[in-house]
């Protein structure tokens, strides 16, 4: 029987490995390729997209093999690399270490992980050997597989099927399946050893692995482990990851048009202010002013004297010894501190180690039954440096005395005369982030074979456990110093229980954050919160065929499959106690879920050697769900793969899916934090945008936002939204939230011209989710309710309140997850692979390609965003390989591109505008990103159990898109999307070393 086994095995790895990188299954009767004509001839194997045993290129679902080889042949050393740029993740934004450590994301910082189509990480099922992996991560929103649990060292090749699955490997698997496939079959070692080196230095990635594996008589055993190290990528080791400008144009040309720091003589930076002080009050006829410290000692030469006039003196005073006003005139602006040293020491792409063993083996009990398991232990240890702006309100005279003369700060009860309010904003280097995530799972099971049945039963445990560690900043000890008008000494902060102190804000030491340790012990703190998620199943099946039919047997596949999560988020005590200055607070986020199933799938062939049928098959499935929170449903797939003839096949396949909401999206416990106005409100702004022609007075925005009937009695015209911010508290929809429903249907072509080597490959997906779970966003909350047709009356308006008292600001908005209208993505996927031999050597090319027709997503009250073309959502993605094999050399070329986006419409659809004022001066915003690729070339020898593998990535050193920061996110004036995340290394260089024995 293990023989059996070794040679399926064997088998399925000869059919794959013929198979370049992002090239599906093409089914085909005959294959062109005599190799391919051999794997065809192997039946009973097991592929990517049913349970019933079925040679792999003649399933009628759409399959995508990346293999490893082609991974080292492109300079990639992470499984999350390899995944998220193939054509079916690239046209959509992916969740990887950079922008875990940008974003809140689910799963948390350092994490990384996959999302098909964009529909989301909770709609793609991972599997390990073709079984479901549980989720990783830390902080309340885990439910996804961190791909950083298995190494692509241990990883043979990945299969992703490109539709819907739920009706045969249950919930989740809305998108489609990830099926990461381990390296089996071994029988002696491998030892290896990677170094990927930017040319620029900084982002150095390092791989060290061994494995081993012996094959008995009764059985075999694989051993392998693995160290992986991400050196940290810090914003100053790019010049372009760095000081973001404001990158405007003159109008109608790419002529720079960016107000110019005299200092430097370069656009002037525009990242967080630092060592100022602003002060607001009459004395500045309602603006403020901005108080500078010269740290060089020679602003006094860029910045201009006080105006002697003694009416326009009155109303700028003089600023205190070594402080510059620098925000009444053009050149003052010009020379603000916005890029602080911490800036450049900020982690982009943030260091990770990760530490993995993984086992597993199989043992022949007798009677055609065998044992088997698999055990992976995994830990990734994430470090992210960062920095942030801080800032508090006083009424203290201190400072303003200093210049005013004593007394001038006035009573702050019955009312100040002179300046009103003072606030400083120092920089601090205190806002690191650790996590260390320890990740378990072990997998035992029987499975056998009796007459041409096979069978398995297993049962799978895994476990993460992860801990992480914020730098926070006290709001008790922030708040002690608010407002102030005396010394707080010898009281105790509410909260944190410290004994307070005096701080001057006002300080340049402390502005520029050089703070003492006194203060530093006194205003900071460290904390660590913890995420248990443990997943538990049992599964079992029983696969063959029934009877045959005229055309061939009756294949049948029945099993259950009864499951249970639990997840247990304790944040840390600070953020328990909301007492995090600028960051959300959070309680304990505790729940779990059964979920019970049984499926059935059938695989009828209809039709055998008729003209124009020379096979005709039909796949059924079905599957039975129950879950203790969300109910019970019902899903099914129904597939068709007629061969016209050897040179010709269509497929089609159509289903549903059930996805019952996600631990954190039932029991998130509910989190505050606060944001800027300006930040979520549409309706500021609205004469001065009617005045400059960037909205109408009749639009819909317009007469909403001022309606009277509108929340908190309608804005004002001229409302600015001012310095407030709002309250936004998430949390999880438990006994609101019904499971999502969707559809997916995939028609294809496929093509093997006889004697040409050539196979090409058109499938059309078209995938509709309906009651999906997600949470809008504080902004879209507000957009979607100023935007309905049922305005004021459309339910979304009461997720938010405005306060007439405070001229109508937001004061708080409750953006829970709930279930909102549908989401569509809709595209065609071209694959093409060409093999040639020549006497020089045999030449493969191979292509993809994924055109996105439709990528939409609509409210409750049915107000829709179309991401399609967006920054982030390219209409187009693609790659381009060509690898040239002469004995034991092989040469390879690749291209990947990502077609351009351009989010311009999408701006001035919302109310925005594509030209910024500065200075008085009209300039033009860049919010698209042009067409961008990126090439890579490698040689590899492999001979006498040596492999030597080198090249360079991203050989012509091209840079991410730029974008004005107004418009577009950016990491300096490069565009954060994860589609640019591996172009912020640079060039760089690869090198792989490999002995087996």
């Known amino acids: 029987m293990r023989r059996n086994l070794l040679l399926r095995g064997t088998a399925l790895s000869a059919a794959t490995s013929m198979l370049m990188i992002a090239v599906p299954a093409l089914a085909q009767d005959q294959a062109a390729d005599p190799r391919e004509q051999e794997a065809t001839e192997v039946e009973e194997i097991v592929v990517t997209g049913s349970?019933?045993?079925?040679?792999?290129?003649?399933?009628?679902?759409?399959?995508?093999?990346?293999?490893?080889?082609?991974?080292?042949?492109?300079?990639?050393?992470?499984?999350?690399?390899?995944?998220?740029?193939?054509?079916?993740?690239?046209?959509?934004?992916?969740?990887?270490?950079?922008?875990?450590?940008?974003?809140?994301?689910?799963?948390?910082p350092g994490s990384s992980t996959i999302s098909l189509r964009g529909l989301g990480a909770n709609r793609t099922l991972v599997l390990l050997n073709g079984r479901r992996a549980g989720p990783a991560g830390t902080r309340g929103g885990v439910s996804a597989f961190d791909l950083n649990v298995i190494p692509q060292s241990s990883i043979n090749r990945i299969d992703v099927l490109k539709d819907g699955a739920s009706s045969i490997y249950g919930s989740d698997a809305v998108a489609g399946v990830v099926n990461l496939i381990t390296e089996r079959g071994r029988d002696g070692g491998e030892m290896s050893v990677f170094a990927s080196l930017p040319v620029e230095g900084g982002g150095e990635q390092y791989n060290i692995n061994g494995a081993f594996g012996r094959t008995f008589d009764r059985g075999y055993i694989n051993i392998s482990a693995d160290y992986y190290l991400q050196e940290t990528l810090r914003a100053g080791d790019r010049d372009y990851l760095n000081c973001r400008n404001q990158y405007v144009f003159e109008p109608g040309t790419r002529t720079r048009a960016d107000r110019i720091d005299p200092r430097t003589g370069e656009p002037q930076c525009t990242d967080l202010a630092w060592g100022q002080v602003y002060v607001y009050g009459p004395d500045f006829s309602g603006r403020a002013g901005r108080f500078q410290f010269d740290y060089d000692g020679d602003l006094g030469q860029y910045i201009p004297a006080r105006p002697t006039n003694p009416a326009?003196?009155?109303?700028?005073?003089?600023?205190?010894?070594?402080?510059?006003?620098?925000?009444?005139?053009?050149?003052?602006?010009?020379?603000?501190?916005n890029l602080s040293p911490f800036a450049l020491e900020e982690s982009i792409v943030p260091e990770i180690e990760r530490y993995t063993v993984f086992v597993d083996g199989a043992y022949e009990l007798g009677n055609g039954v065998e044992a088997y398991a698999e055990l992976l232990l995994n830990r990734r240890e994430s470090r992210t440096d960062s920095y942030r702006q801080f800032w508090n309100y006083t009424y203290t005279a201190d400072f303003l005395d200093f210049y005013y003369g004593p007394g001038a700060g006035g009573d702050p009860v019955t009312g100040f005369t002179g300046l009103n309010l003072l606030s400083a904003t120092p920089i601090t280097d205190h806002f690191d982030a650790e996590q260390i995530v320890d990740y378990g799972r072990v997998v035992a099971g029987l499975r056998g074979n009796f007459g041409n049945w096979s069978w398995d039963v297993f049962a799978q445990y895994s476990r993460s456990d992860g801990d992480y560690t914020s730098d926070v900043i006290l709001q008790d000890a922030v708040d002690s110093t608010s407002f102030k008008t005396s010394s707080c000494v010898g009281t105790n902060l509410p909260v944190s229980g410290r004994p307070c102190i005096d701080v001057d804000f006002t300080d340049p030491q402390f502005l520029a954050g050089n703070l003492t340790p006194e203060e530093r012990a006194f205003l900071f703190d460290t904390e660590t919160g913890n995420t248990l998620y443990e997943q538990t199943y049992v599964e079992g099946s029983i696969a063959g065929s029934v009877f045959d039919l005229p055309a061939g047997p009756l294949g049948v596949a029945v099993g259950f499959h009864l499951r249970r999560d639990e997840i247990r988020d304790v944040p840390g005590e600070v953020t328990l106690a909301d007492n995090s200055w600028g960051l959300s607070g959070a309680g304990i986020t505790e729940g779990s879920e059964e979920t019970n199933e049984a499926y059935l799938e059938l695989a009828v062939p209809l039709l055998r050697d008729l003209p124009f049928v020379q096979e005709l098959d039909l796949s059924l499935s079905g599957r039975y769900t129950d879950t203790k929170t969300s109910g019970d449903a019902t899903t099914y797939k129904v597939g068709l793969n007629w061969a016209l003839t050897d040179s010709v096949r269509f497929r089609a396949t159509h289903g549903t899916s059930f996805r019952a909401p996600a631990l954190f999206e039932l029991y998130l416990a509910d989190q505050t934090s606060f944001i800027g106005q300006r930040n979520i409100d549409p309706c500021l702004n609205l004469d001065q945008r009617v005045a400059d022609g960037s909205l109408e007075q009749q639009s819909q925005l317009y007469q909403n936002c001022t309606n009277p009937a509108g929340p908190g009695g309608g804005v004002a015209g001229d409302f600015t939204g001012g310095v407030s911010s709002a309250e936004v508290v998430t949390g999880g929809g438990l006994g609101v939230l019904e499971p999502e429903t969707s559809t997916a249907t995939v028609l294809g072509v496929i093509l093997t011209p006889t004697n040409s080597n050539l196979s090409l490959a058109i499938d059309y997906f078209d995938i509709k989710i309906e009651d999906q779970v997600d949470v809008l966003g504080a902004g879209g909350i507000l957009q979607a309710c100023y935007l309905s047709d049922n305005f004021p009356n459309d339910p979304i308006c009461d997720q938010f309140d405005r306060d007439p008292a405070l001229d109508g600001s937001i004061t708080q908005v409750r953006d829970s997850y709930l279930n909102i209208a549908e989401q569509n993505?809709?595209?065609?996927?071209?694959?093409?692979?060409?093999?040639?031999?020549?006497?020089?050597?045999?030449?493969?090319?191979?292509?993809?390609?994924?055109?996105?027709?439709?990528?939409?997503?609509?409210?409750?009250?049915?107000?829709?965003?179309?991401?399609?073309?967006?920054?982030?959502?390219?209409?187009?993605?693609?790659?381009?390989?060509?690898?040239?094999?002469?004995?034991?050399?092989?040469?390879?070329?690749?291209?990947?591109?990502?077609?351009?986006?351009?989010?311009?419409?999408?701006?001035?659809?919302?109310?925005?505008?594509l030209f910024q004022t500065i200075d008085g001066r009209r300039t033009e915003i860049k919010a698209e990103a042009e067409f961008t690729s990126f090439h890579s070339l490698s040689l590899t020898y492999d001979a006498e159990g040596w492999t030597v593998s080198g090249g360079v990535a991203n050989v012509f050193d091209e840079l991410p898109p730029a974008a004005s920061a107004v418009a577009v996110g950016t990491q300096g004036n490069s565009i954060l999307a994860s589609q640019y995340t591996e172009a912020y290394y640079g060039?760089?260089?690869?090198?792989?070393?490999?002995?087996?024995f």
Do not use: C, M
């Open 987 to 996: 060039r760089r260089a690869f090198l792989r070393l490999s002995k087996s």
């Open 51 to 108: 349970r019933i045993p079925r040679n792999e290129f003649t399933s009628a679902d759409p399959i995508q093999v990346l293999t490893a080889e082609r991974a080292e042949q492109r300079g990639l050393s992470d499984t999350a690399q390899l995944l998220q740029s193939s054509t079916i993740a690239a046209g959509s934004p992916q969740v990887n270490a950079t922008i875990s450590s940008a974003f809140v994301t689910d799963g948390g």
């Open 825 to 913: 993505n809709r595209g065609l996927d071209f694959t093409a692979r060409w093999y040639h031999d020549f006497s020089f050597g045999t030449l493969t090319i191979d292509s993809q390609t994924t055109w996105t027709l439709e990528n939409n997503q609509a409210t409750f009250a049915d107000f829709g965003d179309d991401f399609l073309g967006e920054i982030g959502y390219p209409e187009l993605v693609g790659n381009f390989n060509v690898s040239l094999n002469r004995g034991p050399w092989t040469a390879f070329w690749g291209l990947d591109w990502i077609g351009n986006q351009d989010d311009r419409y999408e701006r001035v659809t919302n109310g925005g505008s």
């Open 312 to 337: 326009v003196a009155a109303t700028y005073p003089n600023a205190p010894a070594g402080f510059y006003l620098v925000n009444y005139d053009t050149p003052s602006r010009a020379v603000t501190n």
